[in-house]
Structure formats: C-alpha cells, structure tokens
Nanobody, 124 residues
Framework: QVQLVESGGGLVQAGGSLRLSCAAS????????MGWFRQAPGKEREFVAT????????YYGDSVKGRFTISRDGAKNMVYLQMNSLKLEDTAVYYC?????????????????WGQGTQVTVSS
C-alpha cells in the first residue's frame, strides 16, 4: 500500500522558518515528480513546488519563489520543503503529492498519491 506521510508542520511567527518532510512508502518515486500543495480555508488547493524526478528540475509557485526550497532524498524516499521568511498568507494545510513525471505540474489532477496533510500556521 502506497503511503505519503507529512510531518514538520506547526505554529511559527512571521519571518520564521519551518521544514516539512514527507515519507513515502509502498513504492519508490525516484522517477516520478513529487511536490507540495497547500490549501487554506475557503480556497482551492494551490501548487507550491515540485521536483520532476530525484535530482531533476524544480518548479515553484509564484507566491513562494525565493523563499521555499524543495529537495528530495531518493535513498530514503523522502521529499522536503524548506520554508523561510514565512508570511501570514502561507498559513494552510500542506500536502505532499506524487505522480508520473511530466504533465501539468501545477494541476492536482496530475498527482496520483497524496498525504493526509500537515497544518502550518504563521502568526503575527
């Protein structure tokens, strides 16, 4: 059974940092894209970042460029999201996702596997 399990969320002050982790099990995703989405209350799920395959090209949503960094550890089947200079508007549930490499990177429908999400709350 394939599972993606996120961790590392929490409460942080604006300007602070958090590092999210996602542990994948049940299969390897070294040739798949793995990424992060987020969803705030009352809003649609938003693309945050993705890496096309382990060590491949990385892409970021406009709202997080220059502040967030995605990385992967293929040996551990892990994906990470380093979030710096956090803003109030970064508050959301963050989801790890995986899908076949390629396709429309920002579309949730292009990702077959999803974690349960981890809450990130940025306070003033």
């Amino acid at each position: 059974q394939v599972q993606l399990v996120e961790s590392g969320g929490g409460l942080v002050q604006a300007g602070g940092s958090l590092r999210l982790s996602c542990a994948a099990s049940g299969r390897t995703f070294s040739r798949d894209k793995m990424g992060w989405f987020r969803q705030a209350p009352g809003k649609e799920r938003e693309f945050v970042a993705t890496e096309m395959w382990t060590g491949g090209s990385r892409y970021y949503g406009d709202s997080v460029k220059g502040r967030f960094t995605i990385s992967r550890d293929g040996a551990k089947n892990m994906v990470y999201l380093q979030m710096n200079s956090l803003k109030l508007e970064d508050t959301a549930v963050y989801y790890c996702a995986a899908g076949p490499s390629g396709g429309v990177l920002v579309a949730p429908s292009e990702y077959n596997y999803w974690g349960q999400g981890t809450q990130v709350t940025v306070s003033s």
